[in-house]
Structure formats: C-alpha cells, structure tokens
C-alpha cells in the first residue's frame, strides 16, 4: 500500500463502550480503500477495551487494525502524539470512540487535500447529536440542504480565534504538516482549539462541502466539561492557547480577534467561578491594552472572586 494515498485513523477510547462498536465499524465501512486503524484504549473502566478486543477479532476483517490497552488513564493529548510517531502514512484521522464517520467521509475529504497538497487539512460540516436525540448540522443549511452561508477561508486564523468555527471530529490531517508543527502539544488538556489555531497560521486550510460525521454530545464527553463549575480541566488550558496566540499575532485584526475571544472565555470563566484562569485571562487582556467597560467588570468581577455560579448551571 503506497503511503502517498494512505490515511490512518487514530481512535481513542475512554469508557465509549455503549458506542465503540459503531465507532470502529464506520471506519472499516469507509469507501476509500487505503486505510489502517489505530486503537487505542485510554484506561476504561467500563467493557470498551472487551468490546474493542471482539470487535478486531470478529469484524475487521482484512483492513489494518492495531490496538493498544492501557490499565490508566494516560493524557489524550501524549497518547496521540505516540501513535502519530509510529506512523507513516499522507493523512490522519483524530476519531473519538464515541463519535462516527459516513461512508463517503474519507473519499470526499482525500479528494480536496489531493486538489489543495500544500493545505494543512480538510473539515467539513457534520450532524451533531445532543443528549435529548435531537440532531442539526454544524453549519446552518436550508431545507434543500444548502449552506445558508458561505464558508470563508481567506481569513480563517482570524475566524478560529474569535470563535469554535469547525466541528473538529471532520478534520483530515495532511500528516506531514502535522508533525511539521510538532503534533498536539502536551502541555494541554485539549488540543483542537491549539492544533486548528497553528495549523492555520502556517498552512492552508480547505474545506469539502459534505456532511462526513455524527458528533455525539452527552454528559461524559470532553467538552460537557468545557465550563465545569469552580474545578474546568479546559479552562487552563484555554488561556495558555490564548498567550500563544498572543504570540503569533502579527496584525491588528488579530490581536481584535483575540480580545473578543478573551471577553467570551472570561465570561464563562467567570459565572462558572473558575477565577485562576479568569484572572490569568484578565492579564493577558491588559497585555493587550483592553480598555472596555464591559472587560472593566470583569476585571473587578475576577478581584473580588463573586461566586454566582449556582445560576449559571440554571441558565446553561
């Protein structure tokens, strides 16, 4: 198999056993042909790794799987970084146990970064999933399944620090790209906001106009906990993103982008009470000489550490 029309799939799995099967079957179910799979089990306490384990044995059939078990919970972040290091193929994949790929996903998204080789990587929109069983796409589309607005690239970096633009489980890594930039940095408890964030400073970015994964949200997923009151493991992790991007900022509009997305994390920073990170997220904002009366507030809300976080889980 030529690694030039390979794409790997890394799937990581924590206590995904309710929706692992399906997981792992829609990757063997891809069209595209050129295709090996990584699993990798992150310490579940739940029947995932059995699952995982019957799964290979029984319906893998002749693609290529490799599985990795561990006993604990190791960080996502270090775990995908160890398997991007034992691969050698053109794309990757980042798959949740959790989450699932449409058959054609692959097909379509190889096909642009084969039209776009110099890109970073692909996204595209997605069904999204939620807890009541109600599902919408990603991007807003009419009734004949159009985009109601257009996808903008030429200022994507732009975009992706002002706000949560891409549904990240679409994503197709041009690997070489990827490990270019180092792969995801360790250092953090998350990685899409950083990995799309300095991706796209340095590569660019493409788009394919199809609906390539069902993206479950429910109680346990990473970012449910996005906002956790008093104790987010997210949070820190938001700020450090933040001083990066601080530090590759070259124009104005960038560094506007970036106040913007410090007044929206400082918000929910706030009336969830994580004040450590509020406070830190208030410096950087002065760092940046931001003067508005509703940072003011905040600033002094941060200070005097108000806890009113017992309405904000009414109101989210």
């Not at 097909?107 to 939620?130: C, H, K, N, T």
């Not at 070489?176 to 940095?185: P, S, T």
């Not at 106009?209 to 429910?218: A, E, M, P, Q, S």
Request: net charge negative; charged share 25%.
């Amino acid at each position: 198999m030529e690694t030039s029309d390979l794409v790997t799939v890394i799937c990581i799995a924590y206590n995904h056993g309710e929706w692992i099967e399906q997981t792992l079957e829609s990757v063997r179910a891809q069209e595209y042909y050129a295709k090996e799979l990584f699993v990798v089990d992150n310490g579940s306490t739940d029947d995932t790794a059995e699952k995982i384990r019957n799964w290979v044995k029984i319906s893998a059939g002749e693609m290529s799987v490799e599985t990795i078990f561990h006993e604990e919970m190791q960080p996502y972040c270090r775990l995908f970084n160890d398997v991007l290091a034992q691969v050698n193929s053109q794309y990757l994949v980042d798959l949740s146990g959790d989450d699932i790929l449409y058959p054609e996903h692959l097909s379509y998204s190889i096909r642009e970064l084969q039209m776009a080789p110099f890109a970073g990587f692909v996204f595209s929109d997605a069904y999204v999933l939620d807890q009541m069983g109600e599902v919408r796409t990603f991007y807003k589309r009419n009734t004949g399944g159009d985009l109601i607005e257009e996808i903008e690239l030429s200022n994507i970096y732009e975009t992706l620090i002002q706000r949560n633009f891409i549904c990240s489980p679409t994503v197709v890594f041009n690997t070489a790209a990827l490990r270019k930039e180092g792969g995801y940095d360790e250092s953090l408890y998350y990685e899409d906001f950083d990995i799309q964030i300095r991706m796209a400073r340095n590569h660019p970015v493409v788009f394919s106009d199809h609906i390539g994964v069902l993206k479950r949200k429910h109680e346990n997923s990473m970012s449910s906990s996005q906002y956790q009151n008093y104790q987010s493991k997210m949070l820190p992790s938001t700020v450090k993103v933040c001083s990066k991007i601080h530090q590759m900022n070259i124009y104005p509009e960038e560094n506007r982008a970036l106040k913007r997305r410090i007044l929206y994390e400082l918000k929910h920073a706030l009336w969830s009470a994580n004040f450590i990170p509020a406070r830190e997220l208030v410096d950087l904002g002065e760092s940046l000489k931001m003067k508005s009366l509703r940072f003011f507030i905040y600033k002094i809300w941060a200070k005097q550490e108000w806890d009113i976080s017992w309405l904000y889980v009414r109101l989210t």
